[in-house]
Every structure is written in C-alpha cells, then in structure tokens.
C-alpha cells in the first residue's frame, strides 16, 4: 500500500468513527423529539415515508394526498413534538406501500434500519459497478471508495434526513453495470424500481432508448404496470389516475421552502424567478439536458460501436449521470452521492497517487472529482446556499471539461474489462 494512500484511508476511517457516533447519539438521545420542528429538517423525509406508510396500511389510503391527513400523521410519528406547517410528501403511491412493513417498527428503529440497509445497498451498487467496468479492485481503493462516499457531505445529508440517496445510488449504480455487463432483465428491475422517485427515468430512461435495449424496457414496462396496479388497491384509482397532477401542483407550489437551495439549475433559477417560476424554467432546462446526452451518446457511438464495457460507453454513462445532477428540476446535495458513478467509471485508480497520474488539466479534472465529496464540506461550514452554489459550478465544469475534452481521449481510461471477453449481441436485444 502506498504511503500516501495509507494516510489518507487512515485519516478517512478516524473521520467515519466520528459521524457514526454523532449519528448513535442522535437515535439514541432522541433528538428528533426535542428538535425544533419549525426550522429542523431533521429525519425529516423519512418522517414523511414512514407517515405515509402508516396511512396507507391504517386503511386510509384515499386521504394520502390531502395535506391535512399527511401533517396530522407526521405529526403522531413526532409526538410530543409537532410540525407547525405543512411538509407536503409527493411521493409515488407504491413508495408507501412497498415501505408499510417498516411501521411494524417504532420509529427509531425503522430509521436506522432503513439507514442501515440503504447505506449497504448502496455500496454493493458501487462495488458492483467498480468490477462491471473492468476498475481494480485493491483494499486500499476499496477503502477509499467506502470512506469518501461514507464521510461525504452528501452521504450525512442524507442520512440525517432519512433520504432515499444511498438506496437510489444502489439502484443507478446496479443499473449502469447490469448494462455495461449486458444483463438486460437485471437492468430492467433496476429500471423499475428507480421510479420511486420519478425524476431518476432522467438519469437512466435515455440509454437503453438509445441502444434499443428491448428487453430491458420490457421488464421494466410490467414491473412497473405491477406497481401502479398494487397501488390502486392501497390508495385507489383517483389518486392513481391523478397523480401525475399531485405531483406537478406539489413541486411548483406546495414544496417546502427550500427550493433555492437545490444543487441543479432549478436551486439558482428559484433565486432569481421565484419559486413558481423557476420551477417551470428548470423543467425547460431539461430539454437542454436531453440535447447534450444526445450529443455525447452521438459523439461517442464510434468509439464503442462493436465493443462492450469500453471506454466512449464509460464516459457516455458519465455524462448522462452529471447532465442528471445538473439539469434534473429536483436535486439536493444528498443526490450527488451520485458523483461516485463518474469516479468509480472513470478513475482507474481509485487514490490519491492515481488520480495525480494524469497530466495538465485532466489531473485536476480527476482530482476535483476524486475529492469534491469530502471538500463541499467547507463551503457548508459558511453557509448552506454557498455550499449549493460551489456544487452546482464545480457539477458543470466537470462536466464540461468531459464533454469537450475528455471524450477525445480515448487512451485516457484503459479498456480491459471482465466483460471484454462478452461475445457481442445484437443491440436490438
């Protein structure tokens, strides 16, 4: 193991002693009922999951969208405490359905299971993805990987909160390398059951368009009839029918306060237009989005046509995933726990002394890359919006130098892959 790769695993590992302590203490202190609700988003989203939950398996699912029924069940969940607004929860019906055995649990045990088995998800998807690509799999890059992503502001984002990101990286993560690997029913699953939250079809409904991947759009096309179709059962066929509607009302008027501070274009346009408006021009935005993973899918089909798990499809996955965390009308800082898709498909070392490797801007390139998780902590120390704004241009530089430059380097990043040796399908499978 190198000398300096040795420091810094070691300095990361002290660093995960600590969180994982703050986080013990916070379920074991009960901190959420003694929070003040008004400013606190504290557990907040898991709040919202396990509340809607219990609404749906108490019997009264026809009421899961009416705000008052939703404040009054968050509400039981924090007895004594309680919310004194509002906190409008937009998700898929099926999302409460699938998640309803968790209310079995009290509720601080239900949350740190979910955190639990969410986190571990989540990196079986990365390490998942890290062999699909053909990446070395050595401890300390191992270990790196586990402790940047583990320590990362984006990953205690979303753990203090409850959020689905450790579990919708899994999901993209399995995703991508059912791809690469050309495990179509696999990605199919994967396909399915990022629909749980509905923005992530963005991030992942373009690629297998584009390469007519029919057997995955298939499977995923019945799973996902199998959801909506147990979904009227729970909740019945209102909310079903409308709730494209429920959804398009919430974000653009009934959701939270706290739109200026997304990590995409929308956080930005919020500033200067307005809630109301700045949603709509950030859904616009998306088309700009769809123009460049057309550009790069477009751009890089020669240097991968006939091949499986190269380079040009390496950095074609990448950019859609930064086109994602850009341009998507709804993303937080939790959500760019999706930057390990990039690194773990583009840094073919995974440490310090590899990333340093490159030269000219590429070294920086990859350094920014390799680092921004645990770096956007500094600007979070001054104040939440700066930490929001420095993500957003550092996601678009990124970005840009892949679009421009990198894309044209295709000795960049080495080939060799355990799927090099796949035979070659047709792409109409």
Known sequence: MRTGSKIFVGFLICCAVVTAQAWASIIAGGELYTAKLRNSMLMIDFVKLYAGS????????????DPYCQLAAMNRVVQPNSYP??????????????ASPLTLLPFPAAYSLWCISTLLFGLAGVFYLRWAAGGSLSIV???????????????????MIGQTAWFMLGIVCFFFGAFLTRRNYLAGVMLAASTVKPQFLFCLLPLPLFEKRWRTLLVAFLLEILLWAGSIWAVGWDNVLHYPSILKTAEAQMYGNDNEYMTCLRGFLTVVMGRELGFYVSLACVSIGFALMIYSWYSNKRIYKGTIGNTGLK????TFVLVYVIFSPHTFVYDCLLLAVPAILLL??????GVFQAKGMERWWRLLLFILP??????HLLHKKLTDRMILTANLWLLGYLLIFLRKKEAALPESSPV????????QT
């Open 141 to 159: 890059e191992n270990l790196s990987i586990l402790f940047i992503y583990y320590n990362s502001l984006f990953s205690m984002d979303a753990i």
């Open 348 to 353: 073919d070392d995974f440490s310090i002394e």
């Open 54 to 65: 219990a609404i749906v398996a108490n019997g009264h699912g026809k009421d899961l969208y």
């Open 85 to 98: 607004t509002i906190r409008y929860i937009q998700y898929p019906p099926y999302d409460f359905v699938l």
């Open 374 to 379: 645990l770096i956007s902590w500094l600007p």
């Open 315 to 318: 950095i074609t996955i990448a």
């Open 420 to 427: 090099n040796s796949v035979p070659v399908q047709n792409s």
